[in-house]
């Protein structure tokens, strides 16, 4: 049976590579960013790639509906979510106190904690019901230390990542899982967003891409499991 991911953040950075990877596997996906025109194309790519559904939410994460919007949105389509990945975040430098504007450290937090939080307070009751679905998180190994200069954006990691742990521990015997996904510096859109790219931490930046035969090898695998199962 075909599962179906909801990705934020879909068309981006790690939020491509999730939603490749969960296509290859035959999934269908819902597409969940701002820009309307981009899901589209990321929609046809899809759909035309690996022949399986995808359907797309358009919708500004930082505003305080957003996640409410994207759950109404897929209970009015009687879209049925089995994995929710919160990938979308962004991050930003500057003194706290003398540079950064209240509005972008706010809006961070809302990308980086609230939405997040909201959604999996919208859908896990259902996948415990259920019993079964998965969440993943991404965070970040900022999350493991203090980061001056980026002092709110390292916060909004340490809170996603205890807020999994926590998550997980509750969730332990019901069937459903929650992850907190950290990775180190990449080469995505996030470093341009905020403001980063001539950081020493960029200088060394990973592809998050998958090469394609790597991601056949890890599908092969994923089958293999399947029918262990069966």
């Not at 290859?24 to 759909?47: F, M």
């Amino acid at each position: 049976m075909q599962k179906t991911a909801l990705i934020t953040g879909s068309y981006g950075g790690l939020g491509t590579c999730f939603v490749e990877l969960h296509a290859a596997t035959h999934g269908d996906v819902i597409l969940v960013g701002r820009s309307k025109e981009k899901l589209e194309q990321q929609k046809q790519y899809v759909e035309k790639t690996y022949s399986v559904s995808a359907h797309i939410i358009s919708v500004d994460l930082s505003t305080e509906d957003a996640a409410q919007f994207i759950f109404d949105t897929c209970k009015l389509n009687g879209w049925s979510v089995d994995y929710l990945i919160n990938n979308a975040g962004f991050g930003g430098q500057g003194d706290f106190a003398r540079e950064r504007t209240m509005e972008d450290d706010l809006s961070m937090i809302a990308v980086n904690i609230a939405t997040p939080t909201r959604l999996c307070k919208l859908f896990l009751p259902e996948f415990i019901k259920r019993g079964s679905g998965k969440v993943l998180n991404v965070s970040s190994t900022a999350a493991v230390m203090p980061g001056p200069l980026q002092a709110v954006y390292y916060a909004t990691k340490s809170y996603l990542t205890s807020f999994s742990n926590a998550l997980w521990r509750e969730l332990k015997g019901t069937g459903v899982t929650v992850t907190a996904l950290m990775p180190g510096a990449m080469e995505t859109g996030f470093a341009k967003t905020g403001g980063l790219t001539e950081m020493k931490l960029f200088a060394n930046a990973v592809s998050p891409m998958m090469p394609k035969k790597a991601m056949m090898d890890f599908v092969y695998s994923q089958q293999l499991a399947g029918s262990a199962k069966k």
